[in-house]
T-cell receptor, first 114, second 113 residues
């Protein structure tokens, strides 16, 4: 099963609105990352938040982390049509042979209508 | 441009065949990761190499194998292909081990007929 699960599975908004996506995970983590994937392309790293951080900003992106609830949220403010993509969270909780396996959720599909 | 190059972009083959997917990591990156992305399974981690050595294994089938060469490029070999192996295969790289930002290639789309 996936370590991280994004919610909602799909989100449709108008340009200029804010988009909020959530990620829940099951076990303790060292850090959590958010990635974006445009259709047919590879994933692009957006932001990394460490377990001792509660909030992080990067341009129009705001990520929060609540380790007590094992959840994170990604907020995209003033969305643009170009933000249309799938967004994934990735955690590092899994351990295999002394190495951390990055575990991705199934993603939230965001559509921003112009 | 992530700096990670994957070839070929598309591959169409038949059941029972064997294919090799190639990945050149971003300059300076020592870790290479392989992933399989399908509609029903999402993005699944297959295997990781660091500086030529296998470091972690995920849900990789025995029919699949990989290696990382001295020049740090990596190849993923898929054999005895089945219809269910049809998917997007991504390679990603990072400078070191551990959970850090990864740079993804644009993938190889494998279609099994």
């Amino acid at each position: 099963s996936q370590q991280g699960e994004e919610d909602p599975q799909a989100l449709s908004i108008q340009e200029g609105e804010n988009a909020t996506m959530n990620c829940s995970y099951k076990t303790s983590i060292n850090n959590l990352q958010w990635y974006r994937q445009n259709s047919g392309r590879g994933l692009v790293h957006l932001i990394l938040i460490r377990s001792n951080e509660r909030e992080k900003h990067s341009g129009r992106l705001r990520v929060t982390l609540d380790t007590s609830k094992k959840s994170s949220s990604l907020l995209i403010t003033a969305s643009r049509a170009a933000d249309t993509a799938s967004y994934f969270c990735a955690t590092d909780a899994s351990l295999s042979g002394g190495s951390y396996i990055p575990t991705f959720g199934r993603g939230t599909s965001l559509i921003v209508h112009p | 441009d992530s700096g990670v190059t994957q070839t070929p972009k598309h591959l169409i083959t038949a059941t029972g065949q064997r294919v090799t997917l190639r990945c050149s990591p971003r300059s300076g990156d020592l870790s290479v990761y392989w992933y399989q992305q399908s509609l029903d399974q999402g993005l699944q981690f297959l295997i990781q190499y660091y500086n030529g050595e296998e470091r972690a294994k995920g849900n990789i089938l025995e029919r699949f194998s990989a290696q990382q060469f001295p020049d740090l490029h990596s190849e993923l070999n898929l054999s005895s292909l089945e219809l269910g192996d049809s998917a997007l295969y991504f390679c990603a790289s990072s400078p070191r081990q551990g959970n850090q930002p990864q740079h993804f290639g644009d993938g190889t789309r494998l279609s099994i007929l």
